[in-house]
């Protein structure tokens, strides 16, 4: 089993590096200009995700409890607030950019998740 996995591995490995070749200096322009985008729109989602978790903790008096109590509290806070019906659409958002920047830097060789 271990062998097959090494093998597959080793294709994948080997089918990338062959793709990395063809791709001309146009399409790797592309992906590191779509790469930015991708990385700019996280960095929105982000910042959005902050406003709409300091909100939620404002306006619900129990959050604001254990907020003053954040030391002790904080993962029942954070399991709180990640229910939200909206911070879970932000979470979905984030794992489906996760996922472009990992595919457009396996095609551009780049092992950098950011």
Do not use: P
Request: net charge positive; no cysteine; hydrophobic share 40%.
């Amino acid at each position: 089993m271990k062998r097959i996995m090494l093998v597959f591995a080793l294709v994948a490995t080997l089918s990338t590096f062959a793709e990395e070749k063809k791709m001309s200096a146009v399409e790797q322009s592309k992906l590191k200009k779509n790469l930015e985008i991708l990385k700019q729109d996280k960095d929105i989602i982000l910042t959005k995700m902050g406003v709409l978790r300091t909100n939620i903790i404002k306006n619900d008096t129990e959050l604001n409890k254990l907020h003053k109590k954040i030391i002790a509290l904080h993962k029942e806070l954070a399991i709180k607030v990640n229910e939200n019906k909206q911070m879970k659409s932000f979470n979905k958002q984030l794992q489906a950019k996760d996922e472009d920047i990992e595919e457009i830097n396996k095609k551009l060789g780049n092992t950098s998740k950011k």
